[in-house]
């Protein structure tokens, strides 16, 4: 169903394009290590769509969002790694409006720690936070706005291993706390929440030596696709 959406409405959602959220770790922060000290160039690309509510209201939309995202990981011991990533939107809309984003900016944080290992499975969980860096938008006419805030995650991802180098994954996700606040060049500021704090992701992970390569798709808190990968030194 088609709906009218005010400005004010709009700056209220549309940080999800510059954030949103972006599990680093169950997304491409967790492979073999080489030596349980190494480090590893990581990169991905997700499209996914998000549905918020803003606070103290009916108005609800689904924003689709397409990112880039490159960073580092660091392999503290055989259990720990942790891990950086800036994020890039190279699109982003809001559906059943004309709106569509500028360039996002942010950065992704956090840790995993595998704390069970058994056979050919394996769990692990992890913690990040995402904060936005740039996040100034225009609207129709002579209309801006700008996003502040940032978000706290957190999951769990088991592992199994079909053979040495291939394996599927699943992970629960959570988004507990949020301070999200869009404050219009005139206007009152609105803060706003997701529609659905709970997700879930699954995929394939091909792991070889040096490198290492997947794919996930996304439901819940996210429906979505993305492809990953890394370079381990």
């Known amino acids: 169903m088609k709906f009218r959406v005010p400005l004010i409405f709009l700056a209220g959602i549309c940080w999800v394009v510059l954030v949103g959220?972006?599990?680093?770790?169950?997304f491409m922060g967790d492979y073999k290590s080489l030596t349980g000290n190494d480090m590893a160039f990581i990169g991905g690309f997700k499209s996914t769509e998000i549905s918020y509510d803003v606070e103290n209201s009916n108005n609800e939309?689904?924003?689709?969002?397409?990112?880039?995202?490159?960073?580092?990981?660091?392999?503290?011991?055989?259990?720990?790694?942790?891990?950086?990533?800036?994020?890039?939107?190279?699109?982003?809309?809001?559906?059943?409006t004309s709106y569509e984003s500028d360039s996002g900016y942010s950065l992704s944080g956090g840790a995993?720690?595998?704390?069970?290992?058994q056979n050919n499975i394996s769990v692990s969980g992890f913690g990040q936070l995402d904060?936005?860096?740039?996040?100034?938008?225009?609207?129709?006419?002579?209309?801006?706005?700008?996003?502040?805030?940032?978000?706290?995650?957190?999951?769990?991802?088991?592992?199994?291993?079909?053979?040495?180098?291939?394996?599927?994954?699943?992970?629960?996700?959570v988004a507990p706390f949020s301070d999200i606040t869009a404050d219009p060049e005139s206007g009152s500021d609105i803060d706003f929440e997701r529609e659905d704090m709970f997700g879930l992701q699954a995929g394939v992970i091909y792991d070889k030596d040096t490198w290492f390569v997947r794919g996930e798709f996304d439901i819940g808190m996210e429906s979505g696709f993305g492809v990953s990968g890394g370079y381990k030194f």
């Open 112 to 117: 995993g720690y595998t704390f069970f290992k």
């Open 131 to 173: 904060y936005i860096l740039k996040d100034d938008w225009e609207g129709d006419g002579s209309a801006s706005l700008s996003i502040t805030g940032y978000e706290l995650l957190g999951g769990v991802m088991g592992k199994y291993h079909l053979n040495p180098n291939v394996s599927i994954f699943a992970s629960a996700i």
């Open 61 to 96: 939309a689904d924003i689709e969002r397409k990112v880039l995202s490159v960073g580092i990981s660091k392999t503290m011991n055989s259990n720990l790694k942790v891990y950086g990533v800036f994020n890039y939107v190279m699109d982003g809309d809001i559906d059943d």
């Open 21 to 26: 959220v972006n599990p680093v770790y169950a």
